[in-house]
């Protein structure tokens, strides 16, 4: 049983249990533990969802962001071809990942699931949210609305039908979101106090879960696991990053006004902390950065100088990524070998400087390169960084959100005063609670779709790019 505890801060869930707020989790941590771990790049909703249901990163499996451009025109249609997830055409979330990455409903056939954005192999009778057009409805009204307290609501039932389902047929593999904490967090801050009270729904479903499970005498073997998706920091001030590449000359495109005569630039927005800028659009193949710096390096510079900018990534190859900062320089992040974390060696190299905050340059396995940045303000960055940055779909800028900023000052709902996507601790750090002691360290959240097959004993695939932790 997976549940996601959508934008939940390990800071924030830690000091809620040992207030005493949430008792079903803090005896599931005791007997098991509290864990944090890695999320990916973008944190941010739908693509970090990737790592739990199928153990991939998501930028190369078809997800680089919650937004992006499709330059090779074979996923997305006339006359813009751009993809956002936010509305109608989160539908085609399955279609577009890679074919050959297999998810855990596909591998588990006797799963339910709710909420949980990735489903191809899930039938629709085990979505457990989709229980008709009216309530899809409903959601959407209340996400547009901005009503984030409706989002408790619909927590409330979703839990209510998740439990019962549980309960009532007994599935191999249970994955449901509950999405109250992230909505309630970007709205009013994720210490306030209705912040709590989503994660009160989270741990009352937890209690739920268990309560059964003793009754009929499930427990003894049940797997139950809490994480998250990403974090969330405080926002002050939003960069209106379409207008700003605008007002530089280009002509630009970005959700939900996404038509325009010949653009030149793509501006994608995930979480809202970070952006994939696509350019030079009429290119059907993806150009990288050598060939594009004598054209596109003064819109470099100027995004770079702007506050709202912490990184900006500019990948020179598939393997291989600049990373810019205004105050601390240049480096190149560097990524050989095999396509999945562990099968690859990673390089830092400063160049005129240390952006990432490591000290000196790098050298090592994925594992090694956790640990260098563990302590940093970038927590796996090289890992992330090298895998995005490579993705096919990714944009030839990437841009990181500095603090107190985001880069959408438009079309939100609501106001944000907290936003997630960038590569900080804040958003890449994540709480992991499991009922039972893990046998090795959990390390990132891709980690917990192979411990999920692991523990149902079922073969772990090749290709993965987490590890079994049970």
Request: aromatic share 6%.
């Amino acid at each position: 049983m997976v549940l996601v505890a959508d934008g939940a801060r390990p800071d924030t869930l830690r000091a809620a249990l040992d207030t005493g707020e949430l008792p079903a989790m803090a005896t599931l941590a005791r007997e098991g533990g509290l864990h944090e771990v890695t999320s990916s790049f973008p944190s941010v909703t739908g693509p970090a969802y990737a790592p739990f249901l199928m153990g991939r990163l998501p930028g190369p499996i078809g997800l680089p962001g919650l937004r992006w451009f499709d330059r090779a025109r074979t996923a997305c249609t006339f006359p813009d071809y751009t993809r956002s997830y936010v509305g109608y055409q989160m539908g085609a979330v399955d279609r577009d990942l890679d074919p050959a990455a297999p998810t855990i409903f596909e591998l588990v056939p006797e799963s339910i699931a709710a909420l949980n954005v990735i489903g191809r192999g899930l039938p629709a009778s085990a979505r457990v949210a989709e229980l008709s057009a009216k309530s899809a409805l409903r959601a959407a009204m209340t996400h547009f609305r901005g009503n984030v307290r409706g989002w408790l609501d619909i927590d409330r039932e979703v839990s209510a039908a998740f439990t019962r389902r549980i309960r009532e047929e007994r599935p191999r593999f249970a994955f449901a979101a509950l999405t109250g904490a992230d909505k309630t967090s970007h709205a009013e801050g994720h210490e306030a106090e209705v912040v709590r009270q989503a994660l009160r729904i989270v741990d009352d479903t937890v209690a739920r879960i268990r309560d059964d499970a003793e009754r009929d005498g499930r427990w003894a073997s049940m797997q139950l696991w809490i994480v998250s998706d990403h974090g969330h920091s405080p926002v002050a001030r939003h960069e209106d990053l379409v207008g700003l590449v605008s007002d530089a000359g280009h002509r630009a495109i970005a959700h939900p006004w996404v038509f325009a005569i010949r653009p030149e630039v793509a501006v994608m927005v995930s979480g809202n902390a970070m952006a994939h800028l696509y350019l030079d659009l009429a290119q059907r193949t993806r150009p990288f950065w050598p060939a594009l710096q004598r054209r596109w390096d003064p819109l470099a510079d100027l995004l770079l100088a702007r506050d709202s900018v912490d990184l900006l990534l500019l990948p020179h190859g598939p393997g291989r990524c600049e990373v810019r900062s205004r105050t601390r320089g240049a480096a190149f992040v560097e990524r050989r070998g095999g396509h999945t974390i562990d099968g690859a060696e990673y390089r830092y190299r400063p160049v005129t400087g240390d952006p990432l905050g490591l000290g000196d340059a790098r050298t090592g396995t994925a594992d090694e390169m956790r640990e260098a940045t563990a302590d940093t303000d970038y927590p796996d960055s090289i890992v992330q960084i090298a895998h995005l940055a490579g993705a096919p779909r990714s944009g030839e800028m990437i841009l990181s959100a500095a603090r107190y900023w985001d880069f959408r000052a438009r079309y939100e709902p609501i106001p944000h005063v907290s936003s997630h996507g960038a590569l900080h601790r804040e958003h890449m750090l994540v709480p992991l609670l499991t009922n039972r002691p893990p046998a090795t360290p959990p390390r990132r959240t891709v980690d917990v779709m192979p411990s999920a097959l692991a523990a149902l004993g079922v073969s772990v695939p090749a290709g993965l790019d987490g590890r079994s932790f049970v």
